[in-house]
């Protein structure tokens, strides 16, 4: 069994190569960085996901795979007035566009080699109000994406689905201002955010033994604070 995680070289996407390095699967971790010291037997290539081209051909030499984990994102600290041109489309290549395109191509390698499964780390700023419109727009793209997906691909064998997890103890989160960080652990039901590996385990969970009817769905990891 083959692996590609997009984003794959820390935080959530490191643990997520970790579990599935220990369920058998061969491993490929696509990232801008690299990983120094990969783990035995995961497989690092420096890739700039905001480039589909340059992305696209590194998947391509890697061949078929049956599971893709659409991992890789970037989040800042800006509202919506505060973003250029080129920072939108920075973000939502990243974030989005490279995600969908790979997804879309990839399901359909899956489909006719009998399936796959394909999950994406979406989040709750999908769902709501996000005070970054530029990332709560490239995480509800990415999940709906995963939904449409579903239905043209689940009849031929591929299973999608996204997690949308609430703040989650990252190195992403130390540019999150103390004040909100404050304000968004109050809002949950016991005062504390999610861990990497809580949703790299459910991510695992969905990419292999999850039911094949869970297709198109959402999984959140809010701990109550945003109920659908």
Known sequence: MKAIITGGNRGIGLEISKRLLGRGFEVHVLSRSGIDSPPDGVISWTADLSDYEQTLQIVDKIGHVDVLINNA??????TAGDYCYDEILH?????????????VHLAEKMANNGGGRI????SIAGEIGHPDIWYGISKAGIMNTM??????????GVVTSSVAPGPVETEMMKRIPQDRKDRLKAATITQQFCSS???????CWLATDAPATINGEVIDLNNGANYR
Do not use: D, H, Q, Y
């Open 73 to 78: 994102g970037i989040m800042n600290t800006k």
């Open 197 to 203: 590996e809580e949703v790299a385990e459910t991510v």
């Open 119 to 122: 999950v994406s780390t979406g």
């Open 147 to 156: 939904r449409s997906l579903a239905r043209t691909f689940g009849p031929r």
């Open 91 to 103: 973000i939502l290549n990243v974030n989005l566009v490279t995600s969908v395109r790979l997804s």
